[in-house]
């Protein structure tokens, strides 16, 4: 594990680092269309980002909620959903995504939120299911890319 820290983004430079991880990982790693990457919902979601003791990005995700999500969510008010979680090609698996989800939980629970759901990669089902996601439903492709969705109440 390394020693990292995570925080709810609030300023521009914070932004625009996970905006650049996001980058890397999915259009430069993944090819997803970087005109989908970014989208509508990046204006309202809380992000999050891990940073280095040196203050270097690691990773980054974010959290959705509210009306404008429903539709991801099955319609619950009260459900998050989480996304766009991405880690440094050098900072994997030094438990910088795990901490990224569990800061994400915690902006769910601030907001009264419980549960989250996210849409994972299929590849990366059984890091999801070691943090206590469920799978549910069929397989769908994302940007090509096979998906499987996923629910984990927060309730504290």
Avoid: W
Avoid at 53 to 66: F, I, S
Avoid at 83 to 95: C, D, F, I, Q
Avoid at 106 to 133: N, P
Wanted: some cysteine; proline content about 4%.
């Amino acid at each position: 594990m390394t020693s990292c820290t995570t925080r709810t983004v609030t300023g521009e430079q914070d932004l625009a680092a996970c905006f650049r991880i996001r980058k890397d990982v999915f259009v430069g790693e993944q090819n997803v269309p970087e005109e989908i990457e970014y989208d509508a919902y990046d204006a309202d979601a809380v992000h999050v980002i891990a940073v280095a003791a040196d203050g270097a990005a690691l990773g980054t995700g974010r959290l959705l909620h509210g009306p404008a999500v429903a539709a991801k969510t099955g319609g619950d008010p009260a459900v998050g959903s989480l996304g766009r979680l991405a880690v440094t090609k050098e900072a994997r698996g030094l438990g910088v995504g795990a901490a990224l989800v569990r800061a994400i939980e915690d902006a769910a629970r601030e907001l009264g939120l419980t549960a989250v759901d996210l849409h994972a990669q299929t590849h990366a089902l059984g890091f999801y299911e070691r943090l206590g996601y469920v799978a549910y439903g069929p397989e769908f492709p994302d940007a090509g890319i096979p998906h499987r969705a996923m629910r984990r109440s927060v309730e504290a």
